[in-house]
């Protein structure tokens, strides 16, 4: 798994390109899921801080995409829920 991470993060420094945050936040929220269940499974309580650590950089890493979202569905004029133009 090291193996894989060292990897991960050369490509990230000699091919920085925005959709690697987007893979990075993904695989971070998996990571998040995992801690999570091993917490309810019994890990020590020490996890939590490791935990806390990750849906912060998870939510940094993933808002930039998120706000993408936002300001393309607007300026499409993507109807959301509770338009006037939605079936009833």
């Known amino acids: 798994m090291g193996s894989l991470v060292a990897l991960w993060a050369l490509v990230r420094i000699v091919r920085p390109l925005p959709v690697h945050g987007l893979l990075d936040g993904a695989a971070r929220t998996l990571f998040t899921m ?3 269940y091993a917490l309810t499974h019994g890990a020590t309580r020490l996890l939590w801080l490791f935990l ?3 849906v912060a950089f998870g939510i940094a890493q ?6 993408r ?3 393309r569905d607007a300026h499409s004029g993507a109807a959301g829920p509770g338009s006037a133009g939605g079936a009833a």
Do not use: G
């Open 52 to 54: 806390a650590v990750e």
């Open 34 to 36: 995992w801690q999570a």
């Open 69 to 71: 979202a936002e300001t």
């Open 62 to 67: 993933l808002m930039p995409w998120w706000s």
